[in-house]
């Protein structure tokens, strides 16, 4: 795993030596995601500098090292990722002789045997690449299929720039960015800002599943060489009509395979597990094809409703795991609030990414690779919002919108705490009875299922009342013709899940988490593979009996008894609205002081202030809403502060 940065002089003014410390500054800048070696490489005819910082994984001496050209002088490769099937691509390349064993030369060699376009349908794995083609001077940025590396890129004046997070574009003194009000908007809802948009006007994101290419005169062009909406309405339209056994008998072994390709490290491995299905399969299929004990890493939270320790340790005790889990106290968690900004270096609101972090600090004390279970829950349909959000709107569509509107403003009557006492009258608790009765009456207005999940993923449903300007960016979730393309709504809203929220909130998550402690995640279950398999299993199969992921769960009790798996879903959480009323109390009232938001001008501070007061009086939960606006305002102070330095 790696850090790349780069850039292109379109005027060609600069000296080699200019272009050299240039691009050394931009790739210093990700040292973290690279901290054994970094290398630079430049053509001053063409106006090309690339920058690299090596995390070394898989050939871990200098004939891994990069920038890396090929044997015939053409190509010149920075990537950042890993591919499985190296050694696939040098038996097809008999006669070459290859300076070591990387991933990185088998591709480049392939690209130069072969040509970018063949080269990368044969890889497997998580890639994202800049590369230099000497002959052609065109610059090529690629990502993969699912986006689990990024890539940042944009034109600021004469200069082409490019780099695995923001702060490496940043580094160049060309970098001109200007906060879009628009992204501001979609942050609010999303609690990050989709793909291919950044916070940036200037700069963009590149989609997964896509190949950049600029010539020397700047002009750009992209295109797509992997189509998740496209395999995702050819599946619908050949659905796999086999039994389920059938079906079973060619997932495992293709599971087996994905999580076996991903043990390949020349450093030491392991694998988070948190006890929950995904992160349980990972582990007991590494523990299948490993000699020794796998390492598994978890943390736990004394707080009740936040701890899924106790969970892992029984079933890394069932698969004899090597395992280490650490309780974490709040002062800990909250000590890594502070460097967030630094870390995502754009707003970014799960948070989710301060446990993910911990978990990723801990386990880098032991080991370089971790597999994780993420992915597993949009390919095989595991999300609750997708049957709830199915059952809620054949439950409310009959009804008159004026009734469905009349209902919801019946609810908003009572607030939440008042639900939660009417509650404890019921024999059967829910958990947050008064929140969850709320998010029902925000549902009950929508026309349409694909309104319904747009509600249930939004943090604000109506971000332009916590703005001061901006409009929304236009998202796939608001195509209409994808109802047309895919019109099973379940995997409908996975395939949006995919298309969305795991690239730019679940994988971002996990990059820059792990990337913070310089340690490779892996994601097994996003082999592309899996996920084309997967979407030619009909509903019915992903969902069996009203619950989700009916296939894994099947692979998964082969190695792993049902009764330590089933429970209740429980995500990755912190406790964060308790914090705000109490130890982060007084540091996000700082952020949002109302007279510091009116003089920088992108939020509403009477709107902030209204869900400030209702948070600290409990009269609703506000976290969700509360926390985009603060790691804004705390991202923003952090940038800010940095350009004066």
Known sequence: MCGIAGFLDLARRTPADRLEALARAMADSMWLRGPDAGGVHVEAEAGVALGHRRLSIVDLSPAGAQPMTSANGRFTIVYNGEIYTGDELRADLPGLNFRGHSDTEAILEGIAAWGLDAVLPRLIGMFAFALWDRQTRILSLVRDRLGIKPVYWGRCGDSFLFGSELKALRAHPAFSG????????????????????????????????????????????????????????????????????????????????????????????????????????????????????????????????????????????????????????????????????????????????????????????????????????????????????????????????????????????LPPHCWEMLGRL?????????????????????????????????????????????????????????????????????????????????????????MAVSLEARVPLLDHRVVEFAARIPTAVKLTNGQGKWLVRQVLYRHVPRELIERPKQGFGIPVGAWLRGPLRDWAADLLDESRLRQEGFFDPAALRRLWDEHQFGRRNRQYQLWGPLMFQAWLRHTQGAARS
């Open 426 to 514: 019921s024999p059967k608790r829910v958990p947050q009875v008064g929140e969850r009765i709320h998010k029902v009456a925000e549902v009950l207005p929508q026309a349409s299922l694909d309104l319904v999940y747009r509600s249930l993923v939004s943090q604000w449903q109506d971000p332009a009342s916590g703005v001061r300007s901006g409009r929304e960016l236009a998202s796939v979730i608001d195509d209409p013709a994808l109802v047309l393309r895919v019109p099973d709504p379940i995997q409908r809203m996975q395939l949006l899940d995919m298309l969305t929220y795991l690239p730019d909130d679940i994988l971002t998550t996990v990059d820059r988490a792990s």
């Open 178 to 413: 200007t906060i879009d009000p628009d992204a501001v908007a979609s942050f609010l809802r999303f609690s990050y800002i989709p793909a291919p948009h950044s916070i940036y006007r200037e700069i963009r994101k590149l989609p997964p599943g896509h190949v950049l290419t600029v010539d020397q005169a700047g002009n750009s062009t992209l295109r797509c060489f992997w189509n998740l909406a496209e395999i995702t309405a050819n599946g619908q339209a050949n659905p796999d009509r086999r039994s389920r056994e059938d079906i079973l008998a060619e997932l495992e072994p293709l599971l087996h395979d994905a999580v076996g390709r991903r043990m390949i490290a020349d450093v030491p491995l392991g694998a988070f597990l948190s006890g929950g299905i995904d992160s349980s399969l990972v582990v007991a299929l590494m523990q299948a094809q490993s000699s020794q004990p796998v390492r598994t890493f978890t943390i736990g939270f004394h707080q009740e409703g936040y701890n899924e320790a106790v969970h892992a340790k029984k079933v890394a005790a069932h698969l004899g795991t090597t395992h280490t889990e650490l309780y974490v106290d709040p002062a800990h968690a909250q000590s890594v609030i502070p460097h967030l900004p630094k870390w995502y270096d754009e707003p970014f609101a799960d948070s989710s990414q301060i446990p993910t972090f911990l978990v990723s600090e801990m386990t880098r004390k032991h080991v370089t690779v971790a597999l994780s279970g993420d992915g597993g829950d949009e390919i095989f349909a595991g999300y609750t919002r997708y049957l709830w959000a199915r059952s809620a709107w054949r439950w409310t569509a009959p009804m008159p919108p004026l009734l469905r509107r009349g209902l919801a403003g019946g609810i908003r009557l």
